[in-house]
């Protein structure tokens, strides 16, 4: 009897281990505590770009998305140009869109498109933009080589570009290549990231966002730029929400609490991942907590 009395205090404390157990540093308790109530997703598919234009923020999944900058969520899907968008950039008066026929199309109202001629550059692989105050937008064609976009003028040679994922801040210039994240002038570096698919600048964090094959990852940096050669999790309850799943595109907006907002896009593959694919955002002071959009 003595013997079954032991075997069975053993089992329920074996039982409440496994209840109070920790994963990812959260107790049972705290990660039901972080899980919020999922919005239903205005975006639902595989997110391939975010972008700044003017006042509105621009998505795709194939389709094309907008909203006001400073809205929390109010997503709407409107017309883009033919066929279906694998890629957006922008700079201060046009607005690209790469279709997966690798035609390039421009805009200065998101409204009417216009082609823009590429003929002389051969086939497209991606467009992108540096993410500046005053971005400037680039071609890499499939021949490795860059070009400069100006509307729907032709686009013009590049040759001080060395990779297609590039971010420009008041600090210096930031470029992703073969896993890392380095800094121009001194600024440092950040390893071992994964593939690095995308990066964005937060004002209020004082960090670099990178989109990688490994997940979303806050790089902070000091006062003069430099990054500090690790990273941190995102703000929020990130561990409850997007983990450790593929982040592509992300972006920042806003200069504090108040108006600032970060988004990430996600990809898991698998039937029983279908609610993680999409859009996320987190508000900060406005609603802090990442949720879908």
């Known amino acids: 009897m003595k013997r079954k009395y032991i075997v069975t205090l053993l089992l329920i404390a074996a039982a409440t281990t496994s209840f109070f157990g920790c994963k990812n540093g959260l107790t049972m308790f705290e990660q039901i505590d972080q899980e919020t109530k999922l919005e239903d997703a205005v975006i639902t598919g595989v997110v391939n770009s975010l972008v700044k234009f003017n006042s509105k923020l621009y998505a795709s999944d194939g389709n094309l998305y907008t909203k006001n900058e400073n809205d929390v969520r109010k997503w ?6 033919a066929g279906t968008i694998v890629k957006l950039a922008a700079d201060s008066t046009n607005l690209y869109a790469l279709n997966e026929d690798k035609v390039l199309y421009t805009s200065t109202n ?13 086939t497209i692989q991606t467009i992108f933009w540096d ?16 070009y400069k976009l100006a509307g729907s003028t032709t686009p013009t040679a590049a040759n001080d570009i060395i990779s297609d994922v590039l971010l420009k801040t008041d600090k210096g210039t930031y470029t992703a290549k073969d896993g890392a994240i380095t800094g121009s ?3 440092g570096s950040v390893p071992d990231l994964g593939t690095v698919w995308s990066l964005t600048h937060s004002q209020v964090d004082n960090a670099i966002y990178a989109g990688t094959s490994k997940g979303l990852k806050k790089l902070p940096l000091d006062e003069a730029g430099k990054l500090s050669g690790k990273s941190q999790d995102p703000p929020g309850n990130w561990g409850a929400t997007i983990k450790e799943y593929e982040a592509y595109a992300v972006l920042a907006t806003g200069t504090d609490s108040s108006d600032s907002a970060l988004y990430s896009s996600t990809i898991a593959t698998g039937s029983a991942n ?5 859009l996320w955002g987190y ?11």
């Open 283 to 293: 508000y900060y002071s406005r609603r802090d907590n990442w949720n879908r959009e």
């Open 110 to 122: 998101a409204d009417s498109w216009t082609q823009v001629d590429t003929t002389s550059m051969g």
């Open 76 to 81: 709407s899907k409107i017309s883009g140009p």
């Open 185 to 187: 002038n001194n600024l």
């Open 131 to 146: 993410g500046a105050s005053a971005p400037t937008t680039y071609v890499k064609a499939t021949s490795g080589s860059f």
């Open 274 to 278: 279908a609610k993680v694919n999409g």
